[in-house]
């Protein structure tokens, strides 16, 4: 059986949730191995519509292991508080495990989120503030508290003191903050470290398990590769590597396990927060697509920022991660227009370029070249096969695979599981 890494191939909100989901059916372990609780998955199937932020997107399938691995960043009290949610609405949570290297967000990386955008003034890279980024920060400055570490109070607490006394050093004398006291910071981390104890494994050896069992195993990406904090518009990224390369260091896999990658696009972009996106639609038809869509953030509501789909940033992030395969979301969205546009290439500085500069300043001042394409106009929710489709319709997302390189599995044409069109197996 083999491994499927669901990669975001945009800014992050592709409906990765739904694939995963769909995909999960047939998956015996489902590993999330990035972000934190700054991503946000929906999901809706038969047991209602849910909003995920750190439980895979697997705990759906009975069947199913759902691994929280080693590169994602936990805020206890939101996992807590989603396993909480998840029971009361009758999921299991019995084959949900953490990483006991997974590192820990504290009180003081909020704090800290929060004191650290303010202090960006205009330049803020519009962060959803659950600090994600300061505890990133924490793991390379080797400053971070994993969850195995509140397991044992007595280093818990000689480690917390330590590191405590830095991060209030920082809050008091750089931002003039009140500090954190150490009694109630660690008397709350050993209470969710009780809750937390059953969960902690070490989840890297159970997916090694699982592949030597010959199991399908999902890796569920979270945020998308314009976010990832090396090929994404830096410095607007995320802290981690949301793309196919985070996920060996991100639950302990080899890269050779690896063998579908597939990346998910929406039909058009949307980006939230900060940063260059050259084909935003700051117009009536950006405001019309956010609002059919409803493309207000999972995590923080904020309204996304909506345009057209980029076939530079599709191509490039299908380079980046090696896609094999494209899962294309939200394409019933686009019934309503009568003209579609898709970028091709970006004009720079007076040259027409296929590429993606790695300066977000030299994007910033990218203008999209598009070419045009008839609407389909006409609902698509209910269609079921590729060639049911308008022929409109199959025409834009035969242009998208052209752009992107590499063959489509999947169109999603509304928000439930039936609502996808298989166009080639995936296993
Ligand atoms: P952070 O990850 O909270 O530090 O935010 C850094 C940037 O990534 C901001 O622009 C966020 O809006 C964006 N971001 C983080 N997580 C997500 C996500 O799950 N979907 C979309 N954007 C995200």
């Known amino acids: 059986m083999p491994v499927i890494a669901i990669i975001g191939g945009q800014w992050g909100d592709e409906g990765k949730g739904k694939i995963v989901d769909l995909v999960a059916r047939e998956a015996k372990m489902v590993a999330r ?255 019309l697509i956010r609002e059919r869509a409803q493309e207000y953030g999972t995590t923080t509501g904020r309204a996304r920022r909506c345009g057209w789909f980029d076939g530079v940033v599709a191509r490039f992030s299908a380079e980046i991660n090696g896609f094999t395969g494209i899962a294309l979301t939200r394409l019933d969205v686009l019934d309503i227009l009568p003209q579609l546009k898709i970028c091709t290439g970006y004009k720079l500085d007076g040259d027409i370029i296929d590429h993606l500069p790695s300066s977000a300043a030299a994007l910033e001042r990218c203008q999209p070249v598009y070419q045009e394409m008839a609407g389909w106009q006409t609902p698509i929710s209910q269609v079921r096969r590729f060639e049911d489709l308008p022929p409109e319709a199959s025409r834009y997302v035969t242009r998208l695979q052209e752009l992107v390189g590499c063959p489509i599995n999947l169109i999603s044409v509304g928000p439930s599981r039936e609502q996808t069109i298989e166009v080639k197996p995936l296993l």
């Not at 399938?61 to 009290?77: E, K, L, W, Y």
């Not at 003081?108 to 960006?120: V, W």
């Not at 104890?197 to 979270?222: C, H, K, W, Y």
């Open 33 to 287: 191995f990035s972000g934190g609780n700054n991503a946000g998955h929906t999901v809706v199937n038969p047991y209602g519509e849910f909003r995920l932020h750190l439980v895979p997107s697997g705990i759906f399938n009975p069947q199913a292991a759902c691994v929280v691995g080693n590169g994602v960043v936990i805020d206890p009290a939101v996992f807590l508080e989603e396993v909480d949610q998840l029971q009361k609405r009758g999921v299991n949570t019995d084959r949900l495990f953490i990483s006991d290297r997974a590192h820990l967000i504290m009180p003081y990386h909020i704090l800290l989120d929060a004191l650290e955008e303010e202090s960006r003034g205009g330049g803020a890279l519009g962060t959803t503030r659950k600090g994600v980024g300061p505890a990133y920060v924490d793991k390379t400055a080797r400053l971070g508290i994993r969850t195995g570490d509140i397991l044992d109070s007595g280093l818990f607490r000689e480690r917390l003191g330590f590191v405590l006394n830095y991060k209030n050093a920082i809050l008091t004398k750089v931002y003039g903050a009140a500090p954190l006291s150490l009694e109630e910071t660690y008397s709350q981390y050993c209470q969710y470290g009780q809750r937390l104890a059953p969960f902690i494994r070490e989840t890297n050896t159970m997916v090694r398990e699982a592949l030597s069992r010959g199991d399908l195993v999902l890796l569920e990406g979270a945020q998308g590769t314009m976010l990832d904090l090396d090929f994404g518009t830096y410095p607007y990224v995320t802290s981690s590597s949301p793309i196919a390369g985070g996920v060996c260091s991100g639950l302990g896999l080899s890269p050779t396990k690896i063998e579908h990658i597939l990346g998910v696009f929406k039909s058009y972009t949307t980006r939230v927060g900060s940063g260059p996106m050259p084909t935003e639609l700051k117009d009536e038809t950006g405001h």
